[in-house]
Every structure is written in structure tokens, then in C-alpha cells.
């Protein structure tokens, strides 16, 4: 099993409850998933470390990274490296049988530029990533938390959007997508009170959903329904 966070004691050995912006959900693995966990996870995962990675050396070249936070089984972000192969991928997600999901499809593809980390994103954010390292950071479809009473729990807060502000490059691109109009007005209403990003749109709030984020199955299903997506794009000036 993946520990997918770490713990912190006070002094006198209580653990600190920390506001988490997902749940645990192991779930069983595929036979396949499982197998890709194990063939694949030396050469395209990588371990949680309490210091930064270089990305130089993780891929073997200087292409740009594009990280993307929960991933969910990986589907999109695999399709994604493998139309882009002239930049790096990495992914973020706690859910281990979507991580071996990807691992699963990556290794199908047989792409080279993708690499999975089964961890918590803020956790890795705060200890791995290296400042002014990245050059898109996606947040696809996070846990809306839809009830006002976990609304805290969202991931796109002020100190969370401010943190991944000093990883990305200048002019890097902050991508989120959703799909309950409160929580892409939430997005919008932090972002927009965030200092160092400029908001892409050229109405200044949403974007037209762009032809690098691949459709979803879910997504796709929504469509049908005539349920709404939205996109944001905010890139860091300072």
C-alpha cells in the first residue's frame, strides 16, 4: 500500500489534523493495473521525498513540464503526452488504482515523457517541486465539495494558489477546469484576488474549453445532458 501523506506530531506526540482537499480511496487493482504498478513504477514513478526533484534528470532532456494535480485514472493525461512529445509530463494522484491505470495506458503507448507520483499534491508542491519549475499546472475536474459546510476543503484556496504560484516559471499557466458553476466561481472569485496572475480570458472570468484538455468520457456524457464545463486560465506575471 502507497502512504499517500505524511504525519506531523506536536510536541507532545498528538497528531496534527490536517484539512484534506480529497478522500482516501484505495479500491482494488486490476490484475493489469497491478502488473503496470510493478513493471512500470521504476522507470516512470516516482517516490515521495522530502527534498526537489531536477527535472533534467528525471526526463533526460530540458523540455517543459506540464504537472497535472489528481489526475483521476489517467485517461486524458496520457492522451495529452502522447500528442505532445516535446514536453514532460508529470502527475499527482492518492487514488493508487487510477495510478496504475495510467501506468497501465502509458505503458501502451509507450511514452517516455510521463511520470506518476502517488501522493498528496500540496505535500509534493511544498517539498519537491522546484520553484519556477513548471510550466503548466492542470487542476482538471477536482472534488467540488459541493455542501457549504466542506467548502474548506476545496483545493483552490488562497495559500494553495499562491504556494504553486512560486513553482510555476513566469508566464506559466495555472489550467482549471470544472464542472459546478459554484466552485468555477470560486476558482474565479480566488483567482481574481490572487496578486501575481493575470487572468487569461479575454472577458475576464471563463475561457472556451481548449483542444489540448481532451474530452472525458464524463465529460462527454455531461455534454449530453446539457450539464455546463468550465475553464480557467490564469498566468503568473510576478
Known amino acids: 500500500m502507497v502512504d499517500v501523506t505524511t504525519h506531523e506530531y506536536t510536541q507532545d506526540g498528538k497528531l496534527v489534523r490536517k484539512v484534506r482537499s480529497f478522500v482516501r480511496r484505495e479500491g482494488r487493482l486490476t490484475k493489469g493495473q497491478e502488473h503496470a504498478m510493478h513493471e512500470c513504477w521504476p522507470t516512470m514513478g516516482l517516490d515521495y ?108 484556496q488562497p495559500d494553495f494558489v499562491q504556494m504553486i504560484r512560486t513553482k510555476l516559471k513566469l508566464g506559466g499557466v495555472f489550467h482549471m477546469a470544472t464542472d459546478w458553476e459554484n466552485y468555477a466561481q470560486h476558482m474565479l472569485q ?18 472556451p474549453r481548449p483542444e489540448d484538455r481532451p474530452l472525458t468520457k464524463f465529460e462527454k456524457r455531461g455534454n449530453r445532458l446539457g450539464h455546463g464545463v468550465w475553464d480557467l486560465k490564469f498566468e503568473r506575471i510576478q
Open 49 to 156: 521525498q522530502a527534498s526537489l526533484v531536477n527535472w533534467s534528470e528525471v526526463f533526460g532532456n530540458d523540455h517543459p513540464v506540464v504537472l497535472e494535480i489528481g489526475f483521476g485514472m489517467g485517461a486524458s493525461l496520457v492522451e495529452m503526452a502522447a500528442k505532445a512529445p516535446e514536453k514532460n509530463f508529470v502527475g499527482i494522484e492518492v487514488h493508487t488504482p487510477g495510478v496504475g491505470a495510467c501506468l497501465l495506458g502509458a505503458k501502451e503507448k509507450e511514452l517516455t515523457n510521463l511520470r506518476v507520483i502517488c501522493h498528496d499534491g500540496v505535500e509534493v508542491f511544498a517539498h519537491m517541486i522546484p520553484d519556477a519549475s513548471v510550466d503548466t499546472l492542470q487542476l482538471f475536474f477536482p472534488d467540488p465539495w459541493h455542501k457549504k459546510r466542506h467548502h474548506k476543503r476545496r483545493i483552490v
Open 190 to 207: 480566488v483567482m481574481q484576488d490572487a496578486p501575481g496572475y493575470k487572468n487569461l480570458s479575454l472577458s475576464d472570468d471563463y475561457i
